[in-house]
Structure formats: structure tokens, C-alpha cells
């Protein structure tokens, strides 16, 4: 299996503009998770997927931040618009079940000028 | 507040000896612990982790030790390797199908 696969590994963009991140999880594995890595905050979960379905977005900075599950083997996070404060690493992970191993993506460096 | 808390930005051993990397938790009701290691330009992965119902676990060169009524646990790596190099996460989850907090992570430099 290629892991989880997350593209772009990089973005570059202006503040105000919108960036759409994206994920394609392990085959199999039922949950899926969005985090945001920062030096000050660490590594923080944004909203995390079961089966397809948001259980819990409560880690969502604000109503810029948007997340989809269209099907079992693909999600985006969506910034709209975006501000220099959203430069960060976003991480998409991935389990077959449960909470005890998740399986990490590459992480896409967003950088917003 | 911070539930999951790596106190060390940041360590340095040499070659060959022992790294100690600490956590601290708040929440009693944490039951599942998770150590992950991160290199550079790559996803966090998944090392080593252990159930409140041990003290102790261990794996080749890689052991984590459990305090309950400290809320403490931590990782020891010996012998270190330069390899071994990276950011460290300790993570925690309660039974209650909640997601794993994670900590800030340590960086452990292991000198030749």
C-alpha cells in the first residue's frame, strides 16, 4: 500500500486567496483525520471522519476552514480565504479503526504571503 | 489548556547513551498512551505505545514506562543511534472513543 498520499506537498499563495488541500487515506481504514502542525501549538486535530461522515470538527479555527469526505478514499480541507496565520504543516492521517495507531500522510507545507 | 504536555523542546544525547523523553498528562481518565517520531519533510509515525494497565513496555531498543499517579510516562531509546533523531510526539486517548491529544513533541539530536 502507498500510505496515505496528501497533495500539495507544498503551497505557496496570498492572503485572501483559497486553498484546497487533499487526501486520499489507506484503503480499509474507516477513520480520518485532519491536523495542523505549528511550533507554537504543536500538532493540533481539526476534524476528524468516520465511514465518510465529520464526527467531530470542533478543532476548526474558524468558519474560513472547511473539510469534505465525498467518499471513502478521498477528502479535502478547504481555506477560504486565507491569512498569513494559517501558514502551517497539514497532516492527513488515517485508521482501520479505533484511536491506538494512525497512519500519517507526507503533510502539505502551506505558507500564505 | 494543554492535556498532553512534552515539557523539553528539545534534547541532545550522545551516541551510545540513553535518551529520556518525558510526558506529563492532566486527565485521569486517559487509559492508552502513544509514542510517535517525526523526521524532517515526513509524516509522524507510529513507534511504540502502551496501556494504563502496564508500567512497562518495551521494544528492541525502545522502552516506555508508565507513572499513573504521577501521570507521567516515558521513552527510553538505548543505546542511541544518530537515526534516531527526530521530533518525538507522546500522545494519549481515553476509552471513551475520543481522538488522540497530542503533545508539542521534542526533538531529540543524537551526536556521533
Known amino acids: 500500500d502507498a500510505g496515505v498520499i496528501q497533495s500539495p506537498r507544498h503551497e505557496v499563495t496570498e492572503m485572501g486567496q483559497e486553498v484546497t488541500l487533499r487526501c486520499k487515506p489507506i484503503s480499509g481504514h474507516d477513520y480520518l483525520f485532519w491536523y495542523r502542525q505549528t511550533m507554537m501549538r504543536g500538532l493540533e486535530l481539526l476534524i476528524y471522519?468516520?465511514?465518510?461522515?465529520?464526527?467531530?470538527d470542533s478543532g476548526m479555527p474558524e468558519d474560513r476552514f472547511s473539510a469534505k469526505m465525498p467518499n471513502a478514499s478521498f477528502s479535502t480541507l478547504k481555506i477560504q480565504p486565507s491569512e498569513p496565520r494559517d501558514s502551517a504543516v497539514y497532516f492527513c492521517a488515517s485508521s482501520f479503526s479505533g484511536w491506538d495507531t494512525q497512519y500519517f500522510g507526507p503533510g502539505t507545507r502551506l505558507t500564505v504571503l | 489548556d494543554q492535556q498532553v504536555k512534552q515539557n523539553s523542546p528539545s534534547l541532545s544525547v550522545q551516541e551510545g547513551r540513553i535518551s529520556i523523553l518525558n510526558c506529563d498528562y492532566t486527565n485521569s481518565m486517559f487509559d492508552y498512551f502513544l509514542w510517535y517520531k517525526k523526521y524532517p519533510a515526513e509524516g509522524p509515525t507510529f513507534l511504540i505505545s502502551?496501556?494504563?494497565?502496564?508500567d512497562k513496555n518495551e521494544d528492541g531498543r525502545f522502552t516506555v514506562f508508565l507513572n499513573k499517579s504521577a501521570k507521567h510516562l516515558s521513552l527510553h531509546i538505548v543505546p542511541s543511534q544518530p537515526g534516531d533523531s527526530a521530533v518525538y510526539f507522546c500522545?494519549?486517548?481515553?476509552?471513551?472513543?475520543?481522538?488522540?491529544?497530542f503533545g508539542k513533541g521534542t526533538r531529540l539530536s543524537v551526536i556521533a
Open positions: 502502551i496501556s494504563s494497565i502496564k
Open positions: 471522519f468516520n465511514n465518510n461522515v465529520p464526527i467531530d
Open positions: 500522545a494519549a486517548r481515553n476509552s471513551g472513543n475520543t481522538p488522540l491529544v
